[in-house]
T-cell receptor, first 111, second 113 residues
Framework: GNSVTQMEGPVTLSEEAFLTINCTYTATGYPSLFWYVQYPGEGLQLLLK?????DKGSNKGFEATYRKETTSFHLEKGSVQVSDSAVYFC??????????FGAGTQVVVTP | SQTIHQWPATLVQPVGSPLSLECTVEGTSNPNLYWYRQAAGRGLQLLFY??????ISSEVPQNLSASRPQDRQFILSSKKLLLSDSGFYLC????????????FGQGTRLTVV
């Protein structure tokens, strides 16, 4: 079956540092890949997506590239802000639009 | 534009009491609908999904049930809550063609005491 593995947190960074969150997946076929962000007490918001190999999703300074050869979709941001503190989930789409999520990575950015 | 509403935001219920959480979607037709649960400090688990009125698929055996009485309404229920039902419940929708992103409601924090 499908699965998503992402690095465990928490990841603690200083403001303006570079952020990378690793995500790898196993799946049959060619799923779409997503990064979602969850702020405390809230639902999930779509951060970015990629629907085919070599696609790069980007939003709010975050980027991730769909790498079929390494089955990866790592999230990066060049300069984080305190407001980026949240939990980040990597996910892939399965049949009927069902999403398979990773366990989530908490990111804490300090001033 | 599409919106998703989920209520209530928080709920404290005694063990053995019934549960009804409601979710509605506006601005789209025939969406796929989903209920996820997020246990404290853990990832999201898909509980139910629906591709049409009256069509419910359960992903995990449990004490909960779901119904879809109207195209854009999705209800999560229980006849008797257990302590282990505590968690953060999220409703979501996606376009019917699949392979696309899902859009989430704000969630319901359920505490069973």
């Amino acid at each position: 079956g499908n699965s998503v593995t992402q690095m465990e947190g928490p990841v603690t960074l200083s403001e303006e540092a570079f952020l990378t969150i690793n995500c790898t997946y196993t799946a049959t076929g060619y799923p779409s890949l997503f990064w979602y962000v969850q702020y405390p007490g809230e639902g999930l918001q779509l951060l970015l997506k990629a629907t085919k190999a070599d696609d790069k999703g980007s939003n709010k300074g975050f980027e991730a590239t769909y790498r079929k050869e390494t089955t990866s979709f790592h999230l990066e941001k060049g300069s984080v802000q305190v407001s980026d503190s949240a939990v980040y989930f990597c996910a892939l789409s399965g049949s009927w639009g069902k999403l398979q999520f990773g366990a989530g990575t908490q990111v804490v950015v300090t001033p | 534009s599409q919106t998703i509403h989920q209520w209530p935001a928080t709920l404290v219920q005694p063990v053995g009491s019934p549960l009804s959480l409601e979710c509605t979607v506006e601005g789209t037709s025939n969406p796929n609908l989903y209920w996820y649960r997020q246990a404290a400090g853990r990832g999201l688990q898909l509980l139910f999904y629906s591709v049409g009125i009256g069509q419910i698929s359960s992903e995990v055996p449990q004490n909960l049930s779901a119904s879809r009485p109207q195209d854009r309404q999705f209800i999560l229920s229980s006849k008797k809550l257990l302590l282990s039902d505590s968690g953060f419940y999220l409703c979501a929708w996606s376009r019917p063609q699949g392979g696309t992103e899902a859009f989430f409601g704000q969630g319901t924090r359920l505490t069973v005491v």
